[in-house]
Structures are given as structure tokens and as C-alpha cells.
């Protein structure tokens, strides 16, 4: 469970929000406390992902999503929230390989993590050519790659139904 500081109830309740998908009232929130920042409030890094993800997504202003995004990640690096946001947001930007990055980054921290998951298999990330020693393209690369395939999908190959 997250350590909540004094004076982030208001936060901590905009985040919620966004994280049950009710972005609406959540980016309410959020930019209210945005707006009334309290000097001596500290905020978490993950306000700042929600934050910077919301107004990338609702708002369009993809470029200060991504550095409130970027922001929150150098903040709490050991959060995987942070770059699950950051990978939307880098997504939303047409950055996909930045976007993939940011996931694989946070797949490092939390390999089970749904969300990082769940975006990992929309990416379509691929795997490591079987020779790396060869390029992806390598005919041999490429007859490997698709036997693997064939074989931890069941055998099910192009010619099998």
C-alpha cells in the first residue's frame, strides 16, 4: 500500500478515480490540487503520471503529459504505475519505441504487473531472433522464428486449423 503524507487526501482521491477509469471526475481532481499547490505539500510521482497521462489523453497536450510523466518516473522510479502512464503517454505521441521502452522498464520492477502486461501485448513487443548473432531479417532468422511460433503455439501452424 502506497504511504499517503499529511495534505494528499485530495490527491490520492483524484488518483483513485483515474485508476477505477472514472478520468473524468478524477482529472477534476487532479487539477485542482495542480492548480492550489501547496508549497509545503509534497505530492507523490504517480499524481504527476495520472496528471501528465490525463491531460496528454483529455486535453491533448501530449508534449507536457510526457515531461509530467517523465517527471513522476525520475521521482519514483520503483513505481510501475509511473511507467505505465509513461507509456501511454509516449503511445498517444506516436513514440512506440519509446513507448515500449517505458514498459519494458516497468516490467522490470513488476513483471506481473496487468497494466504493463496488458499494454506489452497491445505493443506487440517481439521476441529476441533466435540466432542473435544474425539479423532479424535473416532468412534462417525468420524460418527459426516462425518454427518456434508454430511450436509454443500448439503446432498450429498457417496450414492447420
Known amino acids: 500500500m502506497e504511504e499517503r503524507a499529511p495534505g494528499t487526501e485530495l490527491a490520492w482521491q483524484g488518483i483513485d478515480l483515474c485508476r477505477k477509469g472514472q478520468w473524468r471526475q478524477g482529472m477534476d481532481i487532479l487539477r ?23 491531460i496528454a489523453r483529455y486535453d491533448r497536450r501530449i508534449r507536457e503529459g510526457i515531461t509530467l510523466c517523465e517527471h513522476a518516473v525520475k521521482r519514483e522510479f520503483y513505481q510501475p504505475e509511473n511507467f505505465l502512464n509513461l507509456a501511454r503517454t509516449y503511445q498517444l505521441a506516436g513514440h512506440r519505441k519509446k513507448a515500449i521502452e517505458a514498459v519494458v522498464a516497468g516490467r522490470r520492477i513488476d513483471r506481473a504487473h496487468r ?29 527459426l522464428g516462425r518454427l518456434r511460433h508454430d511450436w509454443k503455439s500448439g503446432g498450429k501452424g498457417k496450414d492447420q486449423d
Do not use: C, M, W
Open 32 to 54: 485542482r490540487v495542480a492548480d492550489a499547490k501547496d508549497s509545503g505539500v509534497d505530492l507523490p510521482g504517480v499524481f504527476y503520471s495520472y496528471l501528465g497521462f490525463g
Open 115 to 143: 497494466g504493463l502486461a496488458q499494454l506489452h501485448r497491445e505493443l506487440g513487443l517481439r521476441r529476441r531472433p533466435v540466432l542473435p548473432f544474425l539479423s532479424r531479417t535473416n532468412p534462417i532468422n525468420r524460418l
